[in-house]
């Protein structure tokens, strides 16, 4: 690859998760303090984009990959998203904000995938490449995140400013990127999309207790990201968003140290140390404060890259492990649809339903609330641990003509 080309998707990267990293883990604080919304109004705002993670694979594979360059696609999307962002600043009804970042999110979703396409299509080796240009997304996110803490924007609807100014930045130079024409002979059809061919590896014992794990585990990463921020500045943190971004940080050290852990704890020990992260980060938000049990704050939030890295990336390369070459994409399709819009979207309504049940005189309990995903976690390890085996052999294999059952 060109030394300008690699420049080129690591500034998109850049751009891409800066877009995103200014408004997403602030909005629930936004809508709270600005807008007067409940618990559940914030889960629904949250769901939204769960709702656009079901919708933008089928646009993508179905619609932006077989009839335009995907760059060209990046870029329109990128400028719509900064005009909804435009009469999104300017609402401060709580219910047509919900239609708003719905539709915001409809923009936004598909460019998720569309990043990942134009990058890979420029590589001769993407395990090799992939992962320095990947990079610069996280780094974008905790640049953004630091400036959102140190100016105390996390509340304010500057975080949606920001977004729409960066957005309109990457849909112009997304015009600029390298040409990433369309593939109609190879267009992804409905079924790729949907996972409907991997429907065959639900046969393992082993991968449906794991897909349903990853789906009900979801529900309490939705936890996190719609409450940590307001409950860390109801505790009297200060600096809350430079104090998340820590979180990215470990992300980034954890995911180098998946090979070595993967040697010697092989997969499903890697897996079960992700959900016992999960239930002490849970913990550590319920019992932590703002003053001399501030530490536990710092670990749970540290805690997030063993948390995702040990259960989402370790189950991502479980899967393609298990699916083999001929079904690896459909399996793929089918947990990223059951993980990020089933089970992140019933997480994001529940945390707005448990916040608002949790809520007196307009004070919330939080050690209450945070013990309702912690609870979660701890069902979905038991279910783990005496259920799943980390056999080494793939799915049973079934021939061509044999029905997918749905």
Not at 293 to 316: P, R
Request: with cysteine; aromatic share 16%.
């Amino acid at each position: 690859m060109k030394t300008s080309v690699r420049i080129q998707l690591m500034v998109m990267m850049f751009l891409q998760f800066f877009v995103w990293g200014a408004w997403y883990g602030q909005m629930s604080k936004y809508m709270f303090t600005q807008l007067g919304a409940t618990g559940v109004q914030v889960g629904n705002a949250y769901a939204a984009f769960s709702i656009a993670m079901l919708i933008a694979p089928f646009f993508v594979g179905m619609i932006a990959d077989r009839y335009f360059a995907a760059q060209k696609v990046l870029g329109i999307l990128n400028l719509a998203g900064a005009a909804v962002l435009y009469f999104l600043i300017q609402t401060r009804d709580v219910d047509t904000f919900f239609w708003m970042i719905l539709t915001y999110c409809l923009t936004f979703a598909p460019t998720l995938a569309l990043i990942s396409s134009i990058a890979m299509q420029q590589m001769k080796s993407s395990e090799k490449e992939f992962p320095a240009i990947r990079v610069m997304g996280t780094v974008a996110w905790i640049i953004v995140s630091n400036i959102v803490g140190y100016y105390a924007l996390g509340d304010k609807v500057a975080i949606f400013e920001i977004s729409m100014y960066s957005a309109a930045v990457l849909g112009i130079f997304s015009f600029f990127l390298p040409n990433t024409p369309p593939n109609p002979s190879e267009g992804t059809t409905f079924a790729d999309i949907a996972g409907l061919d991997a429907f065959r590896l639900f046969k393992d014992r082993s991968f449906t207790i794991f897909f349903i794990s990853s789906v009900l585990i979801c529900i309490p990463l939705s936890f996190y990201y719609a409450m940590a921020n307001p409950s860390l500045t109801d505790s009297g943190m200060a600096n809350v968003e430079n104090k998340m971004s820590l979180g990215q940080a470990s992300e980034v050290i954890f995911m180098l140290l998946i090979p070595l852990a993967y040697t010697r704890l092989g997969v499903k020990w890697m897996l079960v140390v992700g959900l016992f992260a999960w239930i002490a980060r849970f913990i550590f938000f319920g019992y932590g404060d703002g003053g001399s049990g501030e530490w536990m704050f710092y670990l749970a939030i540290i805690l997030h890259g063993v948390c995702y890295d040990f259960f989402f990336v370790t189950g991502q390369i479980y899967t393609d492990n298990k699916a083999g070459e001929k079904i690896k994409s459909s399996a793929q399709g089918l947990i990223t649809l059951a993980t990020y819009g089933i089970g992140m979207g019933i997480g994001s309504w529940l945390s707005g339903v448990t916040a608002d049940y949790y809520t007196r005189d307009g004070i919330k309990d939080w050690t209450a609330i945070w013990m309702v995903p912690a609870a979660i976690a701890v069902v979905v390890l038991l279910l783990f641990i005496l259920f799943f085996k980390d056999n080494k052999t793939q799915a049973p294999s079934v021939k061509e003509s044999e029905p997918v059952m749905v």
